[in-house]
Nanobody
Framework: QVQLVESGGGTVQAGGSLRLSCAASGRTFSRYAMGWFRQAPGKEREFVAAISGSSGITDYKDSVKGRFTISRDNAKNTVYLQMNSLKPEDTAVYYC????????????????WGQGTQVSVSS
């Protein structure tokens, strides 16, 4: 069982930056692929970024490539999402999730999900 708690959301102006954190419980954090997802009002939840367990392989949604960076610190059981050059269309509730591998996570089939943190970008 893994419990995930996101933090770091807030309101920023377009062009600004935020760093989201997701703290995980449990002693097996490093075996899980981790991902970030978002859901805007009236829209379906979508994949944003993911990172594999130990090798650090990453994957990104095309629209965030070059602006967002996912990373993890296995010693701290934490995964991060650094978001730069934020745009109003990035406004959403951001969720982190854990799954067995990168393919499962990117397909939104992760086993464990956090409660989400709100990110609002004003124009």
């Amino acid at each position: 069982q893994v419990q995930l708690v996101e933090s770091g959301g807030g309101t920023v102006q377009a062009g600004g930056s935020l760093r989201l954190s997701c703290a995980a419980s449990g002693r097996t954090f490093s075996r899980y692929a981790m991902g970030w997802f978002r859901q805007a009002p009236g829209k379906e939840r979508e994949f944003v970024a993911a990172i594999s367990g130990s090798s650090g392989i990453t994957d990104y949604k095309d629209s965030v490539k070059g602006r967002f960076t996912i990373s993890r610190d296995n010693a701290k059981n934490t995964v991060y999402l650094q978001m730069n050059s934020l745009k109003p269309e990035d406004t959403a509730v951001y969720y982190c999730a854990a799954g067995d591998n990168l393919a499962v996570v990117t397909a939104l089939l992760a086993d464990y999900w956090g409660q989400g943190t709100q990110v609002s970008v004003s124009s």
